[in-house]
């Protein structure tokens, strides 16, 4: 399985240059240095810019000649103007104001920067390196040793002049640059990408000027749909500014790599153009006779794809590049990494072709969140100890080639069952892919649609495989089928036998936890209560597993004599056992109590302390073991509590709770009386032993996962005491940082802390990538985004109901206190951490998320209307806007 690490963005942060075209004088200055003296190594001395634009000319690609002023210049004009005080000062505290503290704070910085002496030695270097390239016209960019970085381009954030004329107006542009540095752009997307402030400095780099015909942007891969085996090109009239600012709709190419051809082409008019005036740019109108000509033959367009080649073989991965055209010749004028591909799967050998994995963290949890190192390890042992069963040669997580962790996310390599497109609308359609996530289901089927050739060329394993390993297979799945008999024959039994099933295993974790005193006894033993609970677990769920869908069955059977089946809607509400609705109960009326006696919610609050200790256990994202638990930070439950007070929901909460219960028995009466009514008596016993079994035992579905938080709960403390132990012993800076390792590692007794490190700035990179549900081994990634028509969005009806309200977009449970009573919640998907405030929602959109999700099942039991599956929600729906959601058909309309 691919490890856990940082190169899987986009590989090198390097990129090249052809040489330089205009020559250069070589000489060595303390506050500049020529292009073609720089390489890689000079970063530091140069920044991002600076250094790719050196190695591409020494690697001989047509780069502009011209130099760049050193981050040493930078540091000398900010020490000679006492500048970094003023900075520390002016953005203490200033990101915690939000966007306007830190706006404020930007633009005092830039006055400082602004009012600032460049001091006379800088000016004059900046004057030698100015007259050995001829004194001419210049480009002027900015070139920070934080950009370009592995998932942070930091693109458009720094300032860049073109067509600057003279030594004194060189001057005053370089200011600008530095300034730059602090801009509320910059400022602000350090702070999102976790990127602090300090030792930062800024290069400038002084290129000559190319007064471009035409130009435009090169991308070696594919931006919009990830696709590594594309290019994108855009090309208009005049230098590149109208392009990079928005201001026109280049022409565009996509261009297949690897056949070195063109796949698509696309004319567009081209109204307005960037050219030079005496001192900087303007953009002026297009001539009418050339806003429709295309900017670019065949011919050429094969010549920058050729290029693009070169560049992105030099620098090892895929590259946005800037090119520019004059008096017939191409010119690169500077290139960087294309930070916001996802990561791609890495190959299998004896594995190759087009492949499709899935988001396993999207389609069984609804997280879209990276998992953290130790989270992601402790996932895959789940996963390792069914497929040892299978395969005696699964020793680790490295030989699941089927399952890898990629961007931090765990994925499935379905390919191998999806050979035989006979089977493909039942195997999607029918099974766990479209019970869990329905969009992605449709998205699936699209991709394979599109890729009919390719994925059906091959012969799948699967059937040889399952045969060579026919006894293990059996020893697997008969457990669980002789489980699903007795289940299906004894279901209230079966509810018992499964509760103490998982009871004995947490208990049995528990105890024995207590008795570990090594760090290899802990580590042995996390690994296999790990594999007891899963092994048992299988066999476990399968006790309850057959009445899962008897509503579905009950149904069926029964629809052709009744008039109306909405009343099986309703035998789905407020079920008992279910530990998910009574954690929120529960929480209602600890808020009850507290609001009563007139006390605040604390963690002092003999309730609060009672809830905590029966679900403490639990956290936001709970299947990784790397996020706190809510016994750790009780402040998300106190807050949560708090609202119920503020709001006077919880007794609606509990009423509608109980009303639900009630509603439930009554349809179940109203149904098996409709049926004797028609005649069919007989059929009105079996149905109501369905539809009473199914209230007496789904509740339970969410029961394997209360468990298995309970179990991690345990596994989660003894990693702490192994993170403290090897903090004492200087192998680790924190005790938590335990968490952004793996087993492995400790167990190679290498000192951690480089580890730890590189694996927390991984998992932040991670942390802001959008990932996508289905992932392709070229790199396309699909989302599966719903469509905006007449105001109305569609995804899929998962609780019945029809509410009007405000919009409420949440990106965490934590941000619950933006909620009021009646809002609607918007969010990418949830888990158990938020279903404690659905009591106060009027609807919910999820963009994930299915019929049996555990928002799905929650809701309905609330008789919260519900739609899930809406692609791009967060983003097409506005915080605070009226919407209607309709849990009937699916349809979420924008009312403002």
């Known amino acids: 399985m691919k490890r856990y690490e940082l190169k899987d963005l986009n590989g090198s942060t390097g990129e090249a240059d052809y040489g330089n075209v205009a020559g250069s004088r070589k000489q060595k200055d303390f506050y500049t240095r020529m292009l073609d003296e720089i390489t890689k190594g000079d970063f530091l001395d140069v920044g991002g810019k600076g250094a790719n634009l050196g190695e591409m000319i020494n690697s001989g690609l047509p780069v502009p000649g011209g130099f760049v002023l050193l981050t040493a210049s930078y540091r000398r004009f900010v020490e000679a103007n006492g500048l970094e005080q003023i900075i520390n000062i002016l953005l203490q505290g200033a990101d915690q104001d939000g966007p306007q503290g830190l706006e404020e704070a930007a633009l005092k910085i830039q006055g400082y920067f602004e009012e600032a002496a460049v001091p006379d030695d800088i000016l004059e270097a900046i004057g030698r390196a100015y007259e050995s390239i001829g004194n001419v016209e210049v480009a002027v960019r900015s070139s920070a040793t934080a950009e370009d970085l592995p998932g942070t381009s930091f693109a458009g954030q720094y300032n860049t002049y073109l067509n600057v004329r003279g030594i004194d107006e060189l001057s005053r542009t370089v200011k600008h640059c530095w300034a730059s540095l602090w801009n509320y752009r910059a400022l602000s997307y350090r702070v999102k990408q976790n990127i602090g402030h300090g030792d930062l400095a800024h290069g400038v780099v002084v290129q000559k000027m190319i007064n471009a015909e035409k130009s435009g942007i090169l991308f070696t891969a594919n931006p919009v749909n990830g696709r590594r085996d594309q290019m994108l090109l855009s090309s208009s009239w005049g230098l590149g500014e109208a392009i990079v600012g928005g201001e026109v709709t280049p022409d565009q190419w996509i261009m297949d790599k690897e056949k070195n051809a063109i796949l698509e082409e696309r004319a567009a008019k081209k109204e307005v153009m960037t050219v030079r005036k005496e001192n900087g740019v303007e953009f002026v109108a297009v001539a009418p006779g050339m806003q429709e000509q295309v900017t670019l033959n065949r011919d050429e367009v094969l010549h920058l794809l050729d290029l693009g080649h070169k560049v992105e073989r030099y620098f090892g991965s895929p590259q946005d590049i800037e090119w520019a055209y004059q008096d017939g010749k191409y010119f690169l004028v500077q290139t960087r990494p294309i ?229 099986f809607r309703l035998v789905e509400k407020s079920l008992p056992y279910n530990s998910t609705t009574e954690m929120g109960m529960d929480m209602m009326r600890t808020a009850k109590a507290l609001d009563e006696r007139g006390e605040e919610p604390s963690i002092e609050a003999p309730e609060v302390i009672a809830f905590l200790e029966k679900y403490g256990h639990r956290s936001v994202e709970e299947v990784d073991i790397g996020i706190p638990r809510w016994d750790e930070e009780p402040e998300y439950v106190i807050g949560l509590i708090k609202s119920y007070i503020d709001n006077q929901s919880y007794e609606q909460g509990l009423e509608n709770f109980y009303r639900g219960a009630e509603e439930a028995e009554a349809a179940i009466k109203r149904i098996t009386a409709q049926l004797e009514e028609a005649g069919r008596k007989k059929l009105a016993v079996k149905v109501e032993r369905l539809l009473r079994n199914y209230r007496e035992v789904f509740g339970l579905r969410e029961q394997s996962k209360f468990a298995l938080t309970q179990v991690y709960h345990v596994v989660r403390r003894l990693l702490i005491e192994i993170g403290e132990e090897l903090k004492s012993m200087g192998m680790l800076d924190e005790a938590l940082d335990i968490f952004y390792v793996h087993t492995r590692d400790i167990r190679s007794g290498v000192n951690l802390k480089e580890i730890a490190a590189a694996n927390k700035e991984a998992y932040n990179c991670f942390m802001n990538m959008a990932a996508p549900r ?123």
């Open 339 to 567: 930070t916001s591909l996802y990561p791609l799967p890495e190959p299998v050998k004896n594995r190759g072709g087009l492949r499709i994995h899935i988001n396993m963290n999207i389609l069984s949890q609804g997280m879209q969140e990276p998992l953290t190192p130790m989270g992601e390890h402790i996932f895959m042992v789940n996963v390792v100890g069914p497929a040892k069963l299978f395969d005696r040669n699964i020793k680790d997580e490295d030989d699941l080639w089927w399952c890898q962790s990629v961007g931090g996310r765990i994925f499935l390599d379905y390919t191998e069952m999806l050979r035989d497109e006979k089977k493909w609308e039942k195997m999607i359609n029918n099974d766990y892919i479209s019970d869990q996530d329905p969009l992605a289901a449709s998205a699936l089927l699209q991709w394979l649609e599109k890729n009919r050739e390719e994925i059906t060329a091959g012969k799948s394993i699967i059937v040889p495989y399952m045969l060579k390993k026919l006894i293990p297979t059996l020893k697997l799945f008969w457990p669980m089928g002789a489980a699903m008999a007795y289940g299906t024959m004894f279901p209230l039994k079966a509810r018992e036998k499964a509760l103490a099933g998982w009871q004995k295993v947490v208990d049995d974790t528990r105890a024995g936890a207590g008795k570990l005193r090594t760090i290899s006894e802990k580590l042995d033993y996390i690994d296999e209560r790990l594999d007891t609970f899963i092994k048992s677990g299988w066999s476990t769920l399968s006790l309850i597993a057959p009445s899962f869908r008897n509503v579905e069955k009950a149904e069926k059977m029964a629809s052709r004599y009744l008039q109306d089946t909405a009343d």
């Open 774 to 896: 289905l992932l392709a081994s070229t790199g396309e990634s699909i989302f599966a985004a719903a469509e905006e028509v007449d105001g109305c969005l569609t995804g899929i009806p998962v609780s019945a109901g029809v509410y009007e309200g405000r919009a409420r977009i949440l990106y965490s449970p934590e941000e619950s206190s933006r909620l009021e009573k009646g809002d609607i919640l918007v969010t990418r998907g949830t888990n158990p951490a938020w279903t404690p405030m659905f009591l106060n929602l009027g609807a919910i959109v999820m963009e994930s998320g299915g019929p049996i999700s555990h928002g799905a099942v929650v809701a309905r039991e609330y008789g919260v209307p519900a739609v899930v599956g809406v692609g791009e929600a967060t983003n097409l729906i506005k915080d605070g806007q009226m919407i209607r959601v309709n849990g009937e058909s699916g349809q979420v309309t924008l009312l403002d």
